[in-house]
């Protein structure tokens, strides 16, 4: 079973940025599509951001124009840049595959506050 874990998150003010980091056990350059999500306090969690295999990205409405995900297959990590960002980011932030298919890590908190 791959093994992930998360890492990069922080306090930051309201339009700041943060480098999220995912680093996988095993090698992630066969798995097709990889993605972040993110889950609220008292909410589900949700899909950010996703990269196929080619490099093909997606992001949810909320974070298109804010967030960048990447992803380097020869060092097993994933990675999410994250700009401008607002309070409602807040949450902790996992990656996984597209279909959540590994076991989920710890997560990494991402606190916008002033």
């Known amino acids: 079973q791959v093994q992930l874990v998360e890492s990069g998150g922080d306090l930051v003010q309201p339009g700041g940025s943060l480098r999220l980091s995912c680093a996988a056990s095993?090698?992630?350059?066969?798995?097709?599509?990889l993605a972040w999500f993110r889950q609220a306090p008292g909410k589900q969690r949700e899909l950010v951001a996703s990269i196929s295999g080619s490099g093909n990205t997606n992001y949810g409405d909320s974070v298109k124009g804010r967030f960048t995900i990447s992803r380097d297959n020869a060092k097993k990590k994933l990675y999410l840049q994250m700009n401008s960002l607002k309070p409602e980011d807040t949450a902790v932030y996992y990656c996984?595959?597209?279909?959540?298919?590994?076991?989920w890590g710890q997560g990494t908190q991402v606190t916008v506050s002033s």
């Open positions: 095993e090698s992630i350059s066969r798995f097709a599509t």
């Open positions: 996984n595959r597209v279909t959540a298919a590994w076991p």
